[in-house]
C-alpha cells in the first residue's frame, strides 16, 4: 500500500463544498483518506488579484503507482469543472500530488515531490498540522524545519 500526501485548494464558488467533492472522489477512485488536515485560507500566490483559496492537505493509502495516481487526478478536476488557462488563474479545484512514500519521481509531467513544497506557506502550514517530523527527500530537511525558514509571508489562517 503506497502513502501519497495530496494538497487540495479552490478559491471559485462553494469552495467547502468543492473539497468535500473532490474528497469523496479521491475515496471513490484512489483511496482511503486516512488523515487530514484542518482547512486553511490563503491569498492566492502568484497570481494575487484573485479571491482566497482554501486549502486542505490528505494523507491517502493507495494502490496506484504515481503516474496513474497524476492521470486520476486529473480526471478528479476535470470531472470537477477545472479548466486549465493561465498558470496560478482562480480555480473549481487544485489536487497536487505533495510526496508519495518516500519517492522521488522526475519526469517529463510529474515531478514527486513537489518542487515548491518548501516555498509555499500555505503547504507547509497544513503539512506541519499532520506530519512535522516528515522529511523531504531531496532536501533532507523535515516539515518543520522547512516551515521555520520558509520565506513565503502570506497568511494562512485556520478556516
Given at each position: 500500500m503506497n502513502k501519497t500526501?495530496?494538497?487540495?485548494?479552490?478559491?471559485i464558488g462553494n469552495r467547502e463544498q468543492k473539497l468535500l467533492q473532490a474528497k469523496k472522489l479521491i475515496e471513490k477512485n484512489i483511496?482511503?483518506?486516512?488523515?487530514q488536515s484542518?482547512?486553511?485560507q490563503t491569498a492566492a500566490w502568484g497570481k494575487t488579484d484573485q479571491?482566497?483559496?482554501?486549502?486542505?492537505?490528505?494523507i491517502v493509502e493507495t494502490d496506484l503507482a504515481p503516474e496513474k495516481l497524476m492521470q486520476i487526478i486529473l480526471l478528479t478536476e476535470k470531472k470537477m469543472g477545472r479548466i486549465r488557462t493561465i498558470k496560478n488563474a482562480s480555480r473549481?479545484?487544485?489536487?497536487?500530488?505533495?510526496?508519495?512514500?518516500?519517492?522521488?519521481?522526475?519526469?517529463?509531467?510529474?515531478?514527486?515531490?513537489?518542487?515548491?513544497?518548501q516555498n509555499r506557506?500555505?503547504?507547509?502550514?497544513?503539512l506541519?498540522?499532520?506530519?512535522?517530523?516528515?522529511?523531504?527527500?531531496?532536501?533532507?530537511?523535515?516539515?518543520?524545519?522547512?516551515?521555520?525558514?520558509?520565506?513565503?509571508?502570506?497568511d494562512v489562517k485556520k478556516f
Open positions: 500526501y495530496l494538497l487540495l485548494g479552490c478559491n483511496g482511503k483518506i486516512i488523515r484542518k482547512l486553511y479571491p482566497h483559496f482554501l486549502n486542505q492537505v490528505i473549481i479545484i487544485d489536487i497536487d500530488i505533495l510526496f508519495f512514500n518516500k519517492e522521488i519521481v522526475q519526469q517529463k509531467d510529474l515531478i514527486i515531490p513537489h518542487p515548491e513544497i506557506r500555505f503547504v507547509l502550514t497544513p506541519n498540522e499532520l506530519s512535522p517530523n516528515l522529511k523531504h527527500p531531496i532536501i533532507k530537511k523535515n516539515i518543520h524545519q522547512l516551515l521555520k525558514t520558509c520565506k513565503d509571508k502570506l
